[in-house]
């Protein structure tokens, strides 16, 4: 490794070797040594100095943020206040109490030749995290990587570079207080797309690239990394009404799955209802939607309910909105749902309001997504909600992880074999 100045800032590559050393010496670490770190860390965000200086720094990019022309909502996401500093000190606190995977016996037994076989859940290693706009998500990744015996390195946005500055700078503070090796948690440098690049080629360093953020970022790492990847996908996601639901809670389903936050990944995007019950259903949903100030694109049967109503295009159908719109079709039957599902999902949540078991059973069976929901809202896909905590992301690729990322999925496996003398005949 070349030798630095003080002037000069470290490459990707210098850092992601540092986290690998940080990373073997993190593995062996008991509960304990990693709790009492993150115990620091909390305390070190709900420090009233350390939230004055991470506040004062989100300022600069929300400034930066608004004279940009950036919406309000962006800008929403963007922002640090006292109380968001000590929400995330407490998002630290509960990471703490979860179940701690490493080390945990997967699978084990004594083969018939006196060998004892055991498959044990080891960290992953180092795990980079490539995540846009909010700075929240930096505490979280690195409480979550410490926790799991992860180094982490953190590429957030441009958009953010300061707040995530100052973030990393108190939980670095904290965590080599602590006794562990402060290179644990780390700031790529730089704010350009060769960083980002960088990071991407640094297979051998680090063990695995996650992305958070929109389409273009996902797909962009996904295509382009040769370290490898979990995808946590955009979140195209759909709520069926089928011709056995029951209308009134089909509604209420459908406004939550919308409405309650349409910013989030697990928001739905589409909904889709059977022809048997759309005469019923399409005017009790478009007075629900209207009041909710969703705009609804919908195919001539919605459009001839509400002239309001703007028509559907491909695009429609394929679009993770993300805000107050939502694309709507009536299908002749369950399996024509399941049909414009397969075609336009992104594989995150998909939904189905039915009292006929039959019909949730072959929904169930047929829908090819990381959640499948039945008589709920699509909004409940979260490690939070599923009761595993604290999350990562939602995966959903195949491979590895798919769902809610919570603490076992950032560590993989090593099988321990113990013997006593044995040779192979």
């Known amino acids: 490794m070349r030798s630095m100045t003080a002037s000069q800032s470290p490459t990707v590559t210098e850092v992601a070797r540092r986290a690998r050393e940080a990373a073997a010496q993190l593995a062996p670490l008991p509960r304990a040594a990693r709790d009492a770190a993150l115990t620091a860390v909390a305390e070190a965000l709900a420090d009233p100095a350390n939230v004055a200086a991470v506040v004062e720094a989100n300022a600069e990019d929300v400034r930066a943020a608004r004279d940009g022309g950036t919406a309000e909502s962006v800008v929403d996401r963007l922002l640090l206040t006292p109380e968001r500093m000590a929400a995330i000190a407490a998002d630290v606190r509960d990471v703490i109490a979860l179940p701690d995977p490493v080390g945990e016996v997967v699978r084990g037994a004594t083969l018939p030749n006196g060998l004892e076989l055991r498959q044990v859940r080891v960290p992953l290693?180092?795990?980079?995290?490539?995540?846009?706009?909010?700075?929240?998500?930096?505490?979280?990744?690195?409480?979550?990587?410490?926790?799991?015996?992860?180094?982490?390195?953190?590429?957030?946005?441009?958009?953010?570079?300061?707040?995530?500055?100052?973030?990393?700078?108190?939980i670095r503070r904290a965590v080599e207080a602590a006794g562990l090796p402060a290179d644990a948690v780390q700031l790529v440098p730089g704010t350009s797309r060769e960083s980002v690049t960088e990071l991407m080629r640094a297979r051998g360093l680090v063990d695995v690239l996650i992305p958070r953020g929109g389409a273009a970022l996902i797909s962009m790492v996904v295509e382009q990394s040769t370290v490898p990847v979990i995808e946590t996908g955009t979140g195209n996601c759909h709520v069926y009404v089928d011709e056995h639901a029951d209308l009134d809670t089909a509604v209420d389903i459908l406004l939550n799955s919308k409405a309650q936050r349409p910013s989030v990944c697990n928001a739905a995007e589409t909904v889709l209802v059977h022809q048997a019950v759309a005469e019923d259903f399409l005017p009790r949903a478009l007075k629900a939607l209207r009041a909710a100030g969703v705009t609804v694109h919908g195919d001539a049967a919605w459009q001839r309910a509400d002239p309001e109503v703007r028509p559907a295009t491909a695009e429609d159908w394929a679009t993770e909105y993300l805000s107050y719109d939502i694309a709507a079709a009536v299908v002749p039957s369950l399996d024509a749902a399941v049909a414009h599902i397969r075609e336009w999902s992104s594989g995150h949540t998909e939904a189905?309001?039915?009292?006929?078991?039959?019909?949730?059973?072959?929904?169930?069976?047929?829908?090819?997504?990381?959640?499948?929901?039945?008589?709920?809202?699509?909004?409940?896909?979260?490690?939070?909600?599923?009761?595993?905590?604290?999350?990562?992301?939602?995966?959903?690729?195949?491979?590895?992880?798919?769902?809610?990322?919570?603490?076992?999925?950032?560590?993989?496996?090593k099988y321990v074999v113990t013997g006593d003398g044995h040779i192979r005949d």
């Open 125 to 170: 290693g180092v795990v980079g995290i490539v995540y846009e706009a909010r700075p929240n998500v930096t505490a979280d990744a690195a409480a979550l990587c410490l926790k799991s015996g992860n180094a982490v390195l953190l590429r957030g946005s441009s958009s953010a570079h300061a707040s995530n500055r100052a973030l990393v700078a108190v």
């Open 352 to 413: 189905i309001v039915t009292r006929d078991t039959a019909a949730a059973r072959r929904f169930t069976a047929l829908v090819d997504a990381a959640a499948v929901l039945v008589n709920a809202s699509t909004r409940f896909t979260d490690g939070g909600q599923f009761g595993f905590g604290a999350e990562i992301g939602i995966s959903t690729q195949k491979l590895h992880a798919r769902g809610p990322m919570g603490l076992p999925e950032l560590t993989s496996t």
